[in-house]
């Protein structure tokens, strides 16, 4: 590989349990200095959900690729099994809750980046064994 190009793997980054769930960013700023946006990936085991939130300047784009998942946005539940995928408008609020007996997991995508990393993130719904909802200070999810 020559110039800017970063291969980034499982292993190379930390896992984020902050809103449950299990989330690592494999592509974003902080890894690999991308600018439009970051991509990782989301286990889930069985019951476990990740809080609701909000992205005021990102979509994001989640595909399941193994077990069965419901994302309640903006109050509607979609349930999503291997292979399928929902794009989650920008400022809509969004739930991701395991709905099987196995563990699942996801990939997501989220474009453009907030202007800063403090503004790229809002919690609604307080995280798993939290009191209050706490805003993300960092875009990466």
Sequence with gaps: MTGAVRKIGIGDVAVNRRRGGELRVLLGPATTGATSGFLGVLDLAP????????????????????????????GEEVALAPGEAVLIPKNARHRVRNTGAEPASCVFQLSPLA??????????????????????????R
């Design 47 to 74: 019951g476990d959900y990740v809080s609701e939130h909000y992205h005021p300047y990102s979509e994001e784009f989640l595909y399941v690729t193994a077990g069965a998942v419901s994302v309640r946005i903006d």
């Design 115 to 140: 202007p800063r990393p403090d503004l790229g993130h809002v919690d609604t719904e307080a995280p798993p064994n939290t009191a209050e909802p706490q805003v993300e200070v960092g875009a990466e």
